[in-house]
């Protein structure tokens, strides 16, 4: 269990307050607060995946997600939250993704939205955040400066800090995701539910998705392994678990996975610590290749956040760590990107391309749905 101060105290979440933990039923009831606003994303397959991975891969699409991410959901909730004990005002910090949710979030609780932004992030998201009415606050570029700006918005608005991914709500909210997943997976191997999957792939930043992503997941599949995805040149989380502490970077911070930038905070740690089997580590070039492979084969506009748990679910090392895991979800996180940069990218990635007889070697999903059995399955 994962402590956090109930109600909105300062920024940092740490203010004289009664504590609440993230938990399978704080996710449940997440689920029932945000549903009439939010989508039930789709789940997608790929056969050409499936042969580049040797498994069965079921992609939830959270690009598809309101406003872009997943961020919509643990936002809205953290927003309702707040609502309802009082507050007009909702102050948060983002790099792109969860200022957009908090704007969206705040346009559907009726409060304003004040949103930290920094000087680096991308143009497409501040654009996006402005758009959806919020009034931005420019900082330096760092969770320090993040957090110090922040500070100072809540205490000038008398607002409620909603952590982009540190809250619990937010990190309930986000949890949905996982609940979803597990029910869709069901439906689509026919199996119980309890063999639906056997792990989940979750690209990893802040913390706030994997984490309420694995409080789900376990929850209703205790077997089922939550592997963590991150850049190696964002490595916080995997050297964090290492070390059983939270460490913050090393130095500056560049990856074109410019969503995970962020480092693990007090509520996510245990849950990453506790709940998450694995972390991979993914270089620039995997990503760009697997980005680029997800806009040619899938047709879906994921950006290179996302594009770090696809990396990961085609690797030698997820393989060569975990040959036995045959059904395998990913969550394909977001979609914002900036459209020149992405041409780029993609123009100069390397094509990722299924290994010689891959098809052969490699079980071939139930086609159920059209009465056509897997290759070498009972007619």
Known sequence: QVARLLGCGPALGTGPMAVAAV??????????????????????????????????????????????????????????????????????????????????????ADVQAHVVVPNDAPEIKKSAIQGYGARMVFCEPGTANRQAAAQRVVEEQKGCMVHPYNDVDVISGQGTAGLELVEQAGELWDHETSAALDAVIVPVGGGGLIGGIATAVKGLLPGCKIIGAEPARASDAFRSKKAGKILDHEGP???????????????????????????????????????????????????????????????????????????????????????????????????????????????????????????????
Do not use: Y
């Open 253 to 379: 911070v560049h990856t074109m996975a410019d969503g995970l930038k962020t480092t693990l905070g007090s509520n996510t740690f245990p849950l990453v610590r506790d709940l998450v089997d694995e972390i991979f580590l993914v270089e620039e070039e995997d990503i760009a290749s697997a980005t680029r492979a997800v806009w040619e084969r899938m047709k879906l506009a994921i950006e290179p956040s996302a594009g770090v748990g696809v990396a990961v679910a085609v690797s030698s090392a997820f393989q060569e760590k975990f040959p036995e895991l045959r059904r395998v979800g990913v969550i394909l996180c977001g979609g914002n990107v900036d459209l020149a940069a992405m041409s780029s990218l993609i123009a100069k990635a390397a094509p990722l391309v299924a290994p010689a007889g891959a098809g052969e070697r490699c079980p071939k999903r139930p086609r159920k749905d059209l009465g056509i059995p897997a290759k070498g399955s009972p007619p």
């Open 23 to 108: 938990t399978l039923d704080s996710v449940r009831e997440a689920s029932e607060r945000i549903r009439p606003f939010v989508h039930r994303t789709p789940i997608l397959t790929s056969e050409f995946f499936d042969g580049l991975s040797c498994r069965h891969l079921v992609f939830k699409c959270e690009v598809l997600q309101k406003t872009g991410s997943f961020k919509a959901r643990g936002l809205l909730n953290g927003v309702l939250a707040a609502k309802t004990r009082g507050f007009n005002a909702v102050v948060t910090h983002s790099s792109g993704n969860a200022g957009q949710a908090m704007a969206w979030a705040a346009n559907i």
